[in-house]
């Protein structure tokens, strides 16, 4: 009789599995309760440091791993919080868009060839608005559940 083993996760495993991150206020994704995501270990669809403690993890594993600060998204970076003035904002948006503190606004990268996220963390007067480019979770504890459903 030929006993099939699970298969684990390697550097170049395409994966099914639902996870859930959360820092200190919550939960920033959580995909449990819906459809398993799909993605490929080494394309950066998660943190390298997330996708190293998947390494070895045996499918129909289901765990959660407390992360300590700064480990899975570094630690926050100053240099990575800007101040665009409105007529920028106009350029980038179409002009008309109102911001609040907390809104996460998509940007698109100098070359112009990617879309990155960020938040919004103040709003001027005269429209400038300050954007913090730091991943949510940087510099903060990360707890990190995975269901793995299957491991290619």
Known sequence: MDVQTASRVARDSFLTLRYRLAGPQGDVVNTFGRRPATLSLGSGQLSPALEERLIGMEEGTHTTLEIPAGVAFGERNPDLIHWLPRREMNELDGGGDE???????????????????????????????????????????VTFEVELVSVL
């Open 99 to 141: 911001y609040a503190v907390g809104d996460v606004v998509q940007m698109p990268t100098p070359a112009g060839d990617q879309q990155v996220a960020a938040v919004v963390r103040a709003v001027r007067a005269d429209g400038a608005v300050q954007l913090d480019f730091n991943h949510p979770l940087a510099g903060q504890p």
